[in-house]
């Protein structure tokens, strides 16, 4: 299958810091990538939908202003976390579609908000 | 409401052991249904999917699964559970809401293998 490359697997960043997460699909173009994030011991939660070259859709509750979403080219979605916070803790996942219907999914960052 | 239903939490077989995971959608059409798995600290990897034709469905790892319109649901199963398949599966779904979306996720089952 397609390969999602995800960057970096873990972080651990001091609050009130921004963190940048890179999602990358290595050898196909990703027109739609997702953003997930995951407590532990439960399911994934989608965050926003990314197209190249437009804004991302936010789900309900997600904070636009915090997650910053940018998808600036077929390759690359970057998932930055702005004024993290303890609370922002998680493992975010990102997956990536090309133009056929099977999502690929990256390896997930680690973030630990001290 | 629409979603998707993982009704075991957590799941314990012994090796050699044949395993069954359910997974149950609530949408009024069919929509296009799949299985991942995911080892610890670990992204998601596809086991097998179905979009339409021959309702069971062969994956890798030995995993396949059946959809049966009828009772909505796309249960995984495996005949002989091998140490290495102790990990959490997840069954999702794309709806069919004005085209490809999102995929939908289930709470997830946590398989342990006894040896």
């Known amino acids: 299958g397609a390969v999602v490359s995800q960057h970096p697997s873990w972080v651990i960043c001091k609050s009130g810091t921004s963190v940048k997460i890179e999602c990358r699909s290595l050898d196909f173009q990703a027109t739609t990538m997702f953003w997930y994030r995951q407590f532990p011991k439960q399911s994934l939660m989608l965050m926003a939908t990314s197209n190249e070259g437009s804004k991302a859709t936010y789900e309900q509750g997600v904070e636009k202003d915090k997650f910053l979403i940018n998808h600036a080219s077929l390759t690359l979605s970057t998932l930055t976390v702005t004024s993290a916070h303890p609370e922002d803790s998680s493992f975010y996942i990102c997956s990536a579609r090309d133009l056929e219907t099977e999502a690929f999914f990256g390896q997930g960052t680690r973030l630990t908000v001290v | 409401a629409q979603s998707v239903t993982q009704p075991d939490i957590h799941i314990t077989v012994s090796e050699g052991a044949s395993l069954e995971l359910r997974c149950n959608y609530s949408?009024?059409?069919?929509?296009?249904l799949f299985w991942y798995v995911q080892s610890p600290g670990q992204g998601l990897q596809l086991l097998l999917k179905y979009f339409s034709g021959d309702t069971l469905v062969q994956g890798i790892k030995g995993f396949e699964a059946e959809f049966k319109r009828s009772q909505s649901s796309f249960n995984l199963r495996k005949p002989s559970v091998h140490w290495s398949d102790a990990a959490e599966y997840f069954c999702?779904?794309?709806?069919?809401?004005?085209?490809?979306?999102?995929?939908?996720f289930g709470a997830g089952t946590r398989l342990a293998v006894h040896p």
């Open positions: 949408y009024g059409a069919t929509p296009y």
């Open positions: 999702a779904v794309v709806p069919f809401s004005g085209g490809y979306n999102k995929l939908i």
